[in-house]
């Protein structure tokens, strides 16, 4: 005779397949987040390594730069060292699109390295992206020039927009928007702030985009413009520094 099997419909063998069907799908989920992750991070290191020649070529010519210029003030009498400074670098996706840029300095060693700080002296920040499977430059500050006061470049952890505001006696920071690998060619906002005691009617002072406002809304719009307000770390760059953090 044919067995008949005979299902137990009880709750506690009702309570047990439900927990062996959520076992089974957790492990199941658990395991495409690994396999999107080791996708994603291999991805990211296959992006990185495409940055190698890149940071070398920049390292050599900031090198030169700074020997030249050392070179040429031994011969005025005055002694430097810009040749001892480092090439500093950091990978972060700007712009949320699945690309690291390559943000590169040249600084002295005594520098924060992070790339929410700098003062605009001797502006060294360069930024890179790549497209189409190519290294592209997005911003370039190539040009070693460390008496030269420029405007600061300052990148800020969940902001899609690229401060190049500039150093002196009062707030002056300028947002310039950067998405899908490209940064705009005009600025997005001004913002500029100043004291009572350097204004002229004994009041301070808050502008957007040149545009009086109150202290409530200057402040809201500049912390959604800087994201977190911090930086990434950047770290020396070395032949062998450089393949550690790809």
């Known amino acids: 005779m044919e067995r008949i099997t005979r299902w137990d419909f009880s709750g506690k063998a009702l309570m047990a397949l439900a ?4 076992v089974a799908v957790a492990l199941g989920l658990s395991g495409l987040c690994a396999d999107d992750a080791y996708a994603a991070s291999s991805k990211k290191k ?21 020997k030249a210029i ?7 009498g005055l002694k430097t060292s810009y040749a001892s400074n480092k090439t500093y670098f950091a990978f972060a996706d700007i712009d949320k699109n699945g690309v690291d840029e390559l943000i590169v300095r040249y600084e002295d060693k005594s520098a924060k390295h992070n790339t929410a ?11 890179y992206t790549i497209k189409s ?30 401060d190049q505001g500039f150093s002196h006696g009062y707030e002056d920071l300028s947002f310039w928007k950067y998405s899908k690998g490209k940064l705009s060619k005009k600025c997005a906002y ?16 808050y502008r957007i985009n040149d545009k009086e406002v109150s202290a409530k809304k200057y402040a809201a719009k500049k912390k959604a413009l800087m994201g977190t307000g911090k930086g990434y ?9 450089f393949k550690k953090y790809i």
Not at 19 to 22: A, G, N, P, Q, T
Not at 233 to 241: D, I
């Open 233 to 241: 770390t950047m770290h020396a760059y070395s032949s062998k520094t």
């Open 46 to 66: 296959a992006q990185h390594k495409k940055y190698e020649k890149t940071i070398k070529s920049y390292h050599a010519k900031m090198k030169k730069q700074a």
């Open 70 to 76: 050392d070179k040429q003030n031994k011969s005025y």
């Open 190 to 205: 001004w913002l500029t702030s100043i004291d009572a005691s350097h204004t002229s009617t004994g009041k301070a002072s």
């Open 19 to 22: 927990v062996s069907l959520l």
């Open 117 to 127: 700080v700098g003062d605009g002296y001797g502006e060294t920040t360069t930024i």
């Open 133 to 162: 499977g190519k290294v592209k430059k997005v911003l370039d500050n190539t040009e070693f020039a460390p008496y030269f006061h420029d405007a600061y470049t300052h990148i800020y952890k969940g902001s899609k927009y690229i």
